[in-house]
C-alpha cells in the first residue's frame, strides 16, 4: 500500500493543554495516573530502583506501608517524600 504525503510545511501546533513550560520540560518524577497508592512492584519501576531495595527500605520503616487484606499498599504521598517533594 502506497501512502501519498503532501509536501510542504508541516502544519503549525496548537498549545491545547493548560500546562506551563516548566511542567513540561519537568514532568511529573512519580507519574501515577491518579492512583492514591501502589504495590510495591509497581512502587520500585516508579521509583527506578530494584523491588529488593524497596523492600528493604520497608522493613527499615521508609516508606510507609498499607495492609488492606492480603494487599500491601505504598501511599503514592510517601514516594512523593522520598523523593522530597
Known amino acids: 500500500m502506497d501512502v501519498k504525503r503532501k509536501r510542504g ?10 500546562q506551563t513550560a516548566a511542567q513540561v520540560l ?5 507519574p501515577t495516573g491518579g492512583l492514591l497508592a501502589v ?4 512502587a520500585a519501576r516508579m521509583l527506578s ?3 529488593s531495595k524497596l523492600y528493604e ?3 527499615a520503616g521508609r516508606p510507609r ?3 488492606i ?7 503514592v504521598s510517601e514516594l512523593r517524600a522520598l523523593l522530597g517533594e
Do not use: F
Open 69 to 75: 487484606g492480603g494487599v500491601t499498599l505504598i501511599p
Open 9 to 18: 510545511r508541516p502544519p503549525k501546533l496548537r498549545v491545547v493543554s493548560s
Open 26 to 30: 519537568r514532568p511529573d518524577p512519580v
Open 57 to 59: 527500605m520497608i522493613a
Open 65 to 67: 506501608t498499607v495492609k
Open 49 to 51: 530502583i530494584g523491588h
Open 39 to 42: 504495590r510495591p512492584r509497581e
